[in-house]
Each structure stands twice: as C-alpha cells, then as structure tokens.
C-alpha cells in the first residue's frame, strides 16, 4: 500500500497543475498583505484606536497575526478550486489519458488503488494549507510584526493573548484541513464518473456554491438539512478563535464534516469498483 | 493438469441494447501463439476488456491459470500483462517511471533498476528511458507498451492489434519480438488482429470473430486443412473456362478474378479438370493450390 501511495504521490506532484495551486497563493498572499500595508492600515487602525484606550493590548493592533487572520477569512471560498483542480483530475484525468487501461489490468484491486489515489489527494490538500499557513503567518510577521489578536465575532470583540495564537491558528488550520477534506472528496467523487479534466471542478465548484447558500439561506424549510451540508461546517476553523472554545460545536462539525468525507469516499468506491474502462 | 491457462465461457457484453461481443468461449493453451482475428469492430478490443477486467461481462465467466477472475482477480491477473486498444503512458513523466509505476503494480513494490533497463534493451529503449513519453512517436510507445507488459516475467501476455498504425519496418520489428517472447521465454501470446496475413505469420492458434460473433476456432494448421483445395486457374479465354469448370460435378465454388479463375476441387480430380480445359482449346498459364487462409478468413466475415 505505501508503495501504491508513493506512486500516486509521484504523479501527482509530477503534473505541472498541482503547482497551480501553490503559485496561486504565493502570489495572491504577498499581494493580499501589500494591498494591506498601503491601505489596511489606516483602515484598521481607526477602527481600533478607540479600543486602545479602554482595553490593556500589548504590541501592535495591526500585526502579523491579524493579517493572517484576514487572508483565512479572504481565501476559504477560493481554496476549494485549487484543491477541485488537482483531485478532480485525479480519476478523470487517467479515465482520460487512457492510463487506466495500463493500472487496472494488474493485479491490484481497484480499492487498492482508489484509496492510494485517496491519501495522495489528502496529502496534496494538507500541503496546500499548510503552505498557506507558512507564508501568510511567515509573511504576516515578518511584514506586520506582532502582537496581540482582535478577533471581531456576532458576540462582540475578543482579544487574544500573543502568548495563545501558536496554537490557536495551528488549530484553524487543522480544522481547515478537515474541512477541506470534504472538498477533495467530492471531486474525487465527481471525478470518478465524468471523463473530463474540467468537468470536476465546475461541478464541484457548483455543489459548493449552491450549497453554500442554502447554508446561508434564513428559511425555516431548508433548516432541517443545513446540519447536515458540509457547506454549514466549512468554517469551522473560526471556531479556533473564540474564547473560551465552543467544544459542542466543534465537535459537531468536525463529526458532520468527516461523514460527508466518509460518504462521498464510500460512493466513489461503489462507483469506481463498477466502473467499466471504456476509454 | 490441463494446460488451458484462458477459458472463457459465454462471455459477452452488452452495450445499451446490442451486443458488442457474444457467446465468445476461447480456449488458449500454455505455449500458444494465439491469433484473434476479426476485422474492425468486431468485437476484439471488448473480449480483450472484460478479460483483463476493464469492464463487467454481461454474461459469461474468464478464468485465468484457473482463478475465476471474479472472485479470484488478483490470483487469476498476476502472470498476466497486455497491451489493451493503443499503448498510453503518462505522457509527463519519462519512460523509466512509467516502467517503474506499471511494474510496481504486479509486483507490490517498485522493480529493480537493471530488471527495467534489461527489459528497455529488448525493445530498444533503453537509451530513451529517461526520455519523456511525451516525446516518443507511436511505434516506441508500442514497443514501450511491450517492455511494460514483459517487465514483470508474465506467463500470458495479450496484445491488442500490436501493429496497428506501424510503418511495415515496425510491424516487422513487433513481430520478431513476439517470435522471441514465445521461444526464448516461453510465454504464451494472445495477439488480436485485423490482418490475416499477420496472425497467420505468428499464430499456432487462432479464432475469428465478426460482429461480435465467434465463427471458428482451432488450430491454424487444422484451419489451413479445412480450407484446402482451393485451386487458382491461371488461364484465357475466362467465360468459356468458366462454362466448363462450372458443368463438372467435382467443381464447386468457382469464382473469376481479372486473370484467372479460383475453385474449389478434390486434389484427386485436378488433373482430369485440366484435361477437359485444355481439351476446350483453353490456354492454361498456371495451376496453384490456394492454402491461404485469406479467402477463408473474408468470406467468414463478409457472409454473415
Ligand atoms: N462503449 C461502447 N458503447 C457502445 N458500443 C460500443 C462501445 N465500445 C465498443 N462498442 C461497439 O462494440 C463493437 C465492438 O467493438 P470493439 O470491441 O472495439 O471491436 P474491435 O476491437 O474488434 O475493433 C463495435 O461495433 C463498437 O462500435
Ligand atoms: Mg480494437
């Protein structure tokens, strides 16, 4: 099996689209920040001067960590296309090319295979943001400097120590990890019956939209199954910056967002050990 | 134990409501040089399919050195390589890793640097390995598409009409390999063609398939002997020889060509039909006993 997966890996970093990804962030993070440091600034700072009077914040307001923070909040609706491009191709690309014809004859079950090109696909996922984590925190403090979090939410304004925001985004990122997650997983499930390389990201991208907003519509009909959208979960990663933790909730979306894996992992599977090779 | 390594039984499938292969029971010996004959669309490529388990039969079983490929897929597929419609690679990456990537597959772990070189000499690779295959013209993804199938040592190997789209240089080269895979080696190959002339070259056994169907099945020199006696009459004037040849009781099958007439006649009665030709004042050029199996082969897939 670790041999399977290495392979899977070595293709998909040999394919010049998995770098699409990566130098889409390299280059939108530093323009984000540059964009930030001429106008964000004055921006920011009106907003914040009157809390320096009244609360007891160390260091700078307009730091490293808040930038990060906003680069989150600006980049977790695009990241699903970066991750659809690599994993959507990932079955349709060989159904495609004709390679299946040249793997699914060996003797490897077809389970085997999916579930390599699975964790190859996790992998890829992960290292995304992960590298979106280096550069906007490397960046950001490297930039902006440090100092404490203003984390705004719907019950006001929370301020986080320095001293917690290692972990704090660590966490974020993880959960965003998990979430994305949700997202490779449809690809993959949509990749495993479509024949094109950009059928699965439309389509993903469609799915992701259209529930998104039935996640975001306030109608009483559609409340019944928003708990069960991972569109409802997907920004989760905020929960990372509330004080004191909503361990109910995170618990809740992290469970809903690893059956909707689970669910669109067991439905490729259906899908792609039926499969008939006909290209 | 017998010796059967492929039997299929009844297998067919079935696209939206028309079959693309049917009731095809093929027997293919260890040692075996088996042709698959059957002009286009006739239902090689989809035989080839189900038996490699690209795609689920509608009907019927393959069982591979005697695993039911269903049940025991893994057992009946691993002394078995092929080369399934056109050889396609991952064209991004060179020809050793796509080596590297088919041969870890069979293996469970990645093969050997010398047993992948070894294999690229064969087919006259080897200086191309670290070569993308995007760069390669059709005849060395062919020849690629071979090594990849030889690299793991199979028992069977099935190529998929391997000379298909080669220049008459390359057809040459393919089937002097397939020559050397079955003596030197000793792997049995089961070859899939449109051209007669080529699986007769190659071939111990053979079946012909049309429109889905399969006709015939045997051995090519069994086949051979069926066909027999069919004689060429080299000879002028044709309509007059014609009248003649088509009153004898021991004539049958006759047929003009632009230069001469071809019929169907017992060895024994040949030279008593050539007496009554010349007798008719007929200029007879030539007299040669057809034993291609040409005429055979066309008038099996053109009749039904
Ligand atoms: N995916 C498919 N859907 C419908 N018909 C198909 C499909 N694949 C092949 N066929 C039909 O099945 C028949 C046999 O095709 P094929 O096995 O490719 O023939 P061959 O390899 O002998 O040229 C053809 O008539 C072809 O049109
Ligand atoms: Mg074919």
Redesign the pocket.
Request: proline share 0%; hydrophobic share 30%.
């Given at each position: 099996m670790l041999n399977l997966i290495y392979w899977e890996l070595f293709k998909t970093y040999s394919k010049w689209r998995t770098y699409i990804g990566f130098i889409a962030v390299a280059v939108l993070i530093p323009i984000i920040m540059w964009i930030m440091w001429i106008e964000g600034g004055k921006f920011i700072s009106y907003q914040l001067k009157t809390l320096q009077s009244e609360f007891l914040i160390t260091g700078n307001l307009f730091n490293g960590w808040v930038v990060a923070q906003v680069i989150m909040n600006g980049l977790w609706v695009h990241v699903p296309t970066l991750i659809a491009l690599v994993a959507g191709d990932q079955l349709a690309g060989e159904a495609t090319s004709g390679t299946f014809r040249l793997t699914l004859i060996r003797p490897v079950s077809r389970t085997r295979i999916l579930n390599a090109k699975y964790i190859a696909t996790l992998i890829y996922t992960a290292s995304l943001v992960i590298v979106i984590a280096l550069l906007s925190l490397g960046l950001g403090r490297w930039i902006f400097g440090t100092g404490d979090l203003i984390a705004f939410d719907k019950d006001g304004i929370t301020i986080l120590p320095e001293s917690d925001l290692l972990i704090r985004f660590m966490f974020a990122y993880a959960l965003a990890v998990w979430s994305m997650f949700v997202v490779a997983s449809l690809a993959l499930f949509i990749s495993s019956f479509v024949e094109n390389a950009i059928g699965p990201i439309i389509t993903t991208m469609t799915v992701i939209v259209i529930f998104l907003i039935i996640s975001n519509l306030p109608v009483e009909s559609v409340e019944s199954i928003k708990p069960w959208l991972f569109t409802t979960h997907m920004n989760v990663w905020q929960q990372a910056f509330r004080d004191p933790y909503d361990w109910d909730k995170i618990w809740n979306s992290a469970a809903a967002l690893g059956i909707n894996s689970f669910i669109f992992w067991g439905a490729t599977l259906w899908i792609f050990k039926r499969k008939d090779i006909?290209t | 134990m017998s010796d059967i390594i492929l039997r299929t039984t009844d297998l067919g499938k079935q696209?939206?409501n028309r079959w693309?292969?049917q009731a095809i029971d093929l027997e293919v010996h260890r040692g075996d040089v088996f042709g698959f004959l059957?002009p286009?669309?006739?239902?090689?490529?989809?035989s080839i399919r189900m038996i490699l388990s690209l795609i689920t039969p509608t009907t019927g079983r393959v069982e591979l050195f005697g695993y039911d490929l269903f049940n025991r897929r893994e057992q009946a597929l691993q002394n078995v390589a092929g080369i399934v419609e056109k050889p396609d690679f991952y064209l991004y990456l060179s020809a050793y890793r796509n080596m590297q990537i088919a041969g870890s597959l069979t293996l469970g772990k990645t093969p050997a640097e010398k047993k992948i070189m070894e294999t690229l000499e064969i087919v006259g690779l080897a200086g191309r390995a670290r070569d993308k295959v995007k760069t390669f013209s059709h005849g060395m993804k062919q020849r690629l598409g071979i090594a990849q199938a030889l690299l793991c040592d199979p028992q069977l190997i099935m190529l998929d009409e391997p000379t298909n789209g080669l220049d008459p240089q390359g057809m040459k080269e393919v089937r002097e390999l397939i020559q050397r895979l079955t003596t030197e080696k000793g792997i049995t190959v089961f070859l899939s063609s449109h051209l007669l002339n080529e699986v007769e070259q190659v071939a111990t056994r053979m079946a012909i398939i049309n429109k889905?169907k399969m006709i015939v099945q045997g051995s090519v020199e069994e086949l051979l002997k069926a066909n027999a006696n069919k004689v060429f009459f080299k000879l002028l004037p044709l309509k007059r020889a014609a009248l003649i040849l088509d009153s004898l009781k021991t004539v049958s099958a006759i047929e003009m060509t632009d230069d001469g007439i071809m019929a169907k006649i017992d060895p024994k009665y040949v030279p008593s039909v050539i007496n009554k030709l010349v007798n008719a004042k007929c200029k007879i050029f030539s007299v040669e006993p057809k034993h291609s199996l040409e005429d055979y082969f066309l008038e099996k897939t053109t009749e039904s």
């Open positions: 006909l | 696209y939206k693309a292969a059957g286009n669309g006739a239902g090689k490529s989809t889905g």
